[in-house]
């Protein structure tokens, strides 16, 4: 590991012990050293995440500001994607300051503070991240963007229209993810649960063209779809009969950065539940109930 990215990693560190001036301490020393780096702006990008996660806006706030002015600046000469660092840290500061602004009331100034970023960034690595933040604040109580089928494993999918009517629990999972494995045990008592009460379970996922993320070594289509059926087969067996649609514009419409995510959508077809990360079967099964009530 490089010293530039072991920045990240010690920063990380300590953000999570909540030693924010060691954390800051342990940046100077290497911008001291090294100048502003793209690492450095990421490492800078985890103070502001671990101080959103602190509840400590004001904090975040400022970290956030510091990444986002400086991403900018380094991209006048730079591409985003040529850097998974900027990219990082640049993604990681427009969602803490989206976020922030909500938290703090202004959910009209969150909307379209990430609607202008969008705008900007859309098209880049990180425009499914800043959907995901923008769905968030706008995807409940509006109409369920329909899912493309093109391609699909097990059952074929139905269309969401087809299923207006009755409730619809649509699970975004990677083939990678622990955390889609684990929530597909808590999905397995949600079905057994509540499928007979006429809720529908659609499990979309897509290729990424590697099959380990950490490593990200570039793989054929064929590789990874082989991989995603032996996935299925050995973590979610009892979803077997879980329609799997394969498409990666599902995820960028849905705005997916974040496996698992959860969505769940009502008899007329609108979004009651948008939900990026793990989540316990107490909550999951709350809101279930909560839908099929209605």
Not at 77 to 99: D, W
Not at 216 to 244: A, C, H, N, T
Not at 268 to 284: A, D, I, T, W
Request: glycine content about 8%; aromatic content about 8%.
């Amino acid at each position: 590991m490089s010293h530039s990215t072991q920045i990240v990693t010690i920063v990380r560190r300590a953000v999570a012990l909540n030693d924010f001036p060691g954390a800051e301490r342990l940046l100077r020393c290497y911008r001291d050293s090294k100048g502003i780096t793209p690492e450095s702006l990421e490492a800078l990008s985890w103070l502001a995440r671990g101080a959103f996660a602190a509840h400590r806006f004001a904090k975040a706030v400022g970290y956030a500001q510091s990444v986002h002015r400086l991403a900018v600046r380094r991209l006048q000469n730079a591409e985003l994607e040529s850097s998974p660092c900027l990219s990082a840290a640049l993604g990681a500061s427009i969602e803490v300051l989206g976020q922030s602004k909500a938290q703090r009331g202004c959910r009209s100034e969150a909307i379209r503070f990430l609607k202008r970023e969008l705008a900007e960034y859309g098209a880049t690595l990180i425009g499914t991240r800043i959907r995901k933040n923008l769905n968030l604040l706008t995807m409940e109580s509006q109409a369920a963007p329909e899912l493309e089928i093109l391609d699909w494993l097990g059952p074929k999918p139905p269309a969401l229209l087809e299923l207006r009517g009755q409730p619809v629990l649509v699970f975004f999972w990677a083939h990678y993810c622990d955390d889609s494995r684990t929530l597909g045990r808590v999905l397995a008592r949600i079905q057994e649960e509540f499928g007979r009460g006429g809720l529908a379970l659609i499990g979309p996922t897509r290729c990424y063209g590697y099959l380990d993320e950490r490593r990200r070594k570039p793989v054929l289509r064929r590789r990874e779809m082989q991989r995603i059926q032996q996935v299925l087969r050995q973590y979610y067996s009892l979803l077997s009969g879980m329609p799997v649609s394969i498409s990666a514009r599902n995820f960028e419409v849905y705005g997916v950065s974040t496996t698992p995510t959860l969505v769940l959508v009502d008899r007329k077809g609108l979004v009651s539940f948008y939900h990026p990360g793990k989540l316990p079967y107490r909550e999951l099964a709350y809101s279930v109930r909560k839908l099929l009530l209605t």
